[in-house]
C-alpha cells in the first residue's frame, strides 16, 4: 500500500510563491508516477502537473504552464510543486497522486494523499 503525505500548503498573496511537497512510502519511488491535482469549492477536479517514474517526462495543465514547475527526488522519495506567481484562482485544495501508468493530463493514478490547502488572497 502506498502512502502520500502531502505538505507546504497555507496563505499567501497574489504573485507570491510556495512549494508543496508529498511523500511517499510503501512502494520503490521510481515505481510510481506522481502528479497533482487540485479542486476548488464547487467545482470539478482538476489536473495540475505530473512527472513520470524516471522524472525525464514532465505534463501540466494550461492553466499552470509556466508558473508552476513539477520534480522528484528520488533519495528522499519526494514529489515537489513549485508554485510561482501564485493567483487568487489557484485557490483549491492541492491533492498528490501515484500510479503505476498514471498520473497523466488524461488519467489518474491509483493513489491520493489526503490534500492541503492553498489559498491566494488578492
Known amino acids: 500500500q502506498v502512502q502520500l503525505v502531502e505538505s507546504g500548503g497555507g496563505l499567501v498573496q497574489a504573485g507570491g510563491s510556495l512549494r508543496l511537497s508529498c511523500a511517499a512510502s510503501?512502494?520503490?519511488?521510481?515505481?510510481?508516477?506522481m502528479g497533482w491535482f487540485r479542486q476548488a469549492p464547487g467545482k470539478e477536479r482538476e489536473f495540475v502537473a505530473a512527472?513520470?517514474?524516471?522524472?525525464?517526462?514532465?505534463y501540466y495543465g494550461d492553466s499552470v504552464k509556466g508558473r508552476f514547475v513539477i520534480s522528484r527526488d528520488s533519495l528522499k522519495n519526494t514529489v515537489y510543486l513549485q508554485m510561482n506567481s501564485l493567483r487568487p484562482e489557484d485557490t483549491a485544495v492541492y491533492y498528490c497522486?501515484?500510479?503505476?501508468?498514471?498520473?497523466?493530463?488524461?488519467?489518474?493514478?491509483?493513489?491520493w494523499g489526503q490534500g492541503t490547502q492553498v489559498t491566494v488572497s488578492s
Open positions: 497522486n501515484a500510479g503505476s501508468a498514471g498520473p497523466t493530463p488524461t488519467m489518474t493514478g491509483f493513489y
Open positions: 510503501g512502494r520503490t519511488f521510481n515505481s510510481l508516477a
Open positions: 512527472i513520470s517514474r524516471s522524472g525525464g517526462s514532465t
